[in-house]
Nanobody, 123 residues
Framework: QVHLVESGGGLVQAGGSLRLSCAAS????????MGWFRQAPGKEREFVAT????????YYADSVKGRFTISRDNAKNMAYLQMNSLKPEDTAVYYC????????????????WGQGTQVTVSS
């Protein structure tokens, strides 16, 4: 069982940066691949980025590639999403999620979810 809590969201101007954090409970954090997803009003939750259990492999949605960076610190039970060059279309509630095994982009594969943190990018 993993309990996830996101933080770091807020209001930022276009072109700015934010760093989201995901704190995980439990002693087996390193057993879980971690992902970040987002959901804008009226839209389905969509994949943003995922990272493998060791942190050695990452994968990004095309819409954020080159602007966002996912990372993790297994010693601290933390996952992060560094977001640079933010655009108004990045506005959404951002969720971190965990799953056993390999990292995947499908939200249906994830077992554990945080409550989400709001990111708003003004133009």
């Amino acid at each position: 069982q993993v309990h996830l809590v996101e933080s770091g969201g807020g209001l930022v101007q276009a072109g700015g940066s934010l760093r989201l954090s995901c704190a995980a409970s439990g002693r087996t954090f390193s057993s879980y691949a971690m992902g970040w997803f987002r959901q804008a009003p009226g839209k389905e939750r969509e994949f943003v980025a995922t990272i493998s259990r060791s942190g050695g492999s990452t994968y990004y949605a095309d819409s954020v590639k080159g602007r966002f960076t996912i990372s993790r610190d297994n010693a601290k039970n933390m996952a992060y999403l560094q977001m640079n060059s933010l655009k108004p279309e990045d506005t959404a509630v951002y969720y971190c999620a965990g799953k056993g095994g390999s990292a995947y982009a499908r939200k249906e594969d994830y077992d554990y979810w945080g409550q989400g943190t709001q990111v708003t990018v003004s133009s």
